[in-house]
């Protein structure tokens, strides 16, 4: 076992596990998938850290407990279509094209999403549509049955849950410093049903729509 692989396998075991993903689906996917492609190479030794590591444009990669807890939240099957609103590194793109049958990723960077790009089609991924653009303030018109926000908002983007059809699920998190909420959304015929996963601090996401200017991209 390679420094990279024992790493991986630390994080799942030590930082993973110990938060509550128990979906073997997930599980396996952390398992196999080289987070250290996602970083810099200045960064790889850090790459399966349990921290937020910077991205070049100034935008920032979730910690790997967080962005495995949210899609837990979203029971992912090879059935469903999910919009992912922020591509950053790639990497939760890629947990999502694994567990998904199509991942639709919208991002503001289209630099930083170009690099995303080539890091998943040179893993052989191939089941992502890659958009440019402000996924919170002008979602794309597409039916999907899952939708993963990428960062935090200060409040509940409602330009993306009108997105939801019925039994569709969001995971997304809301709030403010100290405190905020990593919530399931789902819509339920004419409305909402909404339970927190759990509590945590994330960069927020960079978009008019949420009325609170940042300089996190994800």
């Known amino acids: 076992m390679n420094y990279f692989e024992q790493a991986r396998f630390n994080m799942v075991e030590q930082q993973i596990r110990p938060w509550n993903v128990l979906d073997f689906n997930i599980l ?3 398992a196999e998938l080289p987070r250290e492609r996602f970083v810099a190479p200045e960064q790889q030794a850090y790459a399966y850290a349990d921290i937020n590591l910077p991205l070049p444009n100034g935008s920032a990669m979730l910690e790997p407990k967080i962005v ?3 899609i837990q939240g979203l029971k992912l ?3 469903d279509t999910v919009l992912e609103i922020g591509t950053g590194s790639g990497y939760a793109t890629a947990i999502l094209a694994k567990l998904a049958g199509r991942v639709i990723s919208v991002d503001t960077d289209e630099i930083q999403q170009q690099k995303a790009r080539a890091v998943l089609e040179s893993l052989g991924i191939t089941n992502v549509e890659y958009r440019t653009g402000d996924g919170l303030a002008n979602p794309p018109i597409a039916t999907v049955s899952a939708i993963y926000v990428g960062g935090s908002c200060p409040v509940m983007p409602e330009a993306l849950r009108n997105k939801l059809a019925d039994g569709s699920r ?4 809301v709030g403010q410093e100290p405190v905020m909420h990593a919530l399931l959304v789902r ?3 004419e409305g ?3 339970s ?4 945590t601090v994330a960069p927020a996401l960079s978009s008019p729509a949420v009325n609170k200017p940042s300089s996190f991209r994800f």
């Open 192 to 194: 909402f049903e909404q």
């Open 77 to 79: 099957t090879p059935a």
């Open 68 to 70: 495995a807890r949210l």
């Open 196 to 199: 927190v996963l759990f509590d």
């Open 28 to 30: 396996d996917v952390l």
């Open 170 to 173: 969001m995971a997304v998190i």
């Open 187 to 189: 819509r339920s015929g």
